[in-house]
């Protein structure tokens, strides 16, 4: 069998049987790499973080993050649970640690390892801008975004191999596939695909601050912060996420939606 028949027949394969199923939108997705070897690994790299870093302890703020983080935690499981996904988080080892850091930035690995740095607290202000933060942190994880990523970084690897070998008697066609392959699939393909992430995480993350009872319009404000936060962002074609007005705009479509996705779970006020 030729390798351009080979590499065919993979590229049906993975489609066939590396797929999951996203829970918060129903949706085939691609899972390359099982959670089953992801998890051991991002909990590895966690433990290593924290170890190359000052965690904060003890303190108002480092006990706001473990205070909100077990509220969207139980509203995921809430969510999950009656949505028939019960026993979805079983291999979740949740922590919410606070860090010293000057950077704007959280983040939450696969199976529920969260960082918040202080460099984000002066612009979440208070305990529901933490919340907004925290929602989208954790709806990556929940929608096995950092899955997907691989997955699609390992396609992109595929497509390059398939191009070389079909151009492989053709040296100035591969040449010119070669310089352009590169660009072409992070533009038209992969910052996309990371922009739709980014998007899929702030819908989710309203829904889950909502059912934790915050007020999804705080994350509003918070974005709106965040762009007065500083520098000149690339164009939104050029970048992994979408622009703060796209996210704003999104966000004040969709506060409605999540509050009445709340109330189903018996939530009937939110804090701001």
Known sequence: ???KKTLSLLVVLVFAVACSTNPFTGKKTLALVPNSQILPMAFQQYDQF???HKVINNTPDARMIKNVGQKIARASERYLTANGYAGYLKNYRWEYNLVQDDAVN???????????????LPVTQNE????????HEVAHALANHGQQRMSAAQLQQLGAVAGNLALAKDPENQQLFNQYYGVGTQVGVMLPFSRSNETEADKIGLTLMAIAGYDPMVAADLWQRMKQQGGGA????LSTHPSSD???RNIKSWAASAK???RKYGVTSFQK
Request: hydrophobic share 50%; proline share 8%.
């Open 1 to 3: 069998m030729s390798y």
């Open 50 to 52: 924290l170890k190359e």
């Open 106 to 120: 959280a983040w939450c690995m696969p199976g529920g390892k969260i960082v918040f740095y202080t460099g984000i």
């Open 128 to 135: 529901a801008g933490v919340a907004a933060v925290m929602g």
């Open 234 to 237: 690339p164009p939104e074609f």
């Open 246 to 248: 796209t996210r704003i």
């Open 260 to 262: 009445a996705e709340a």
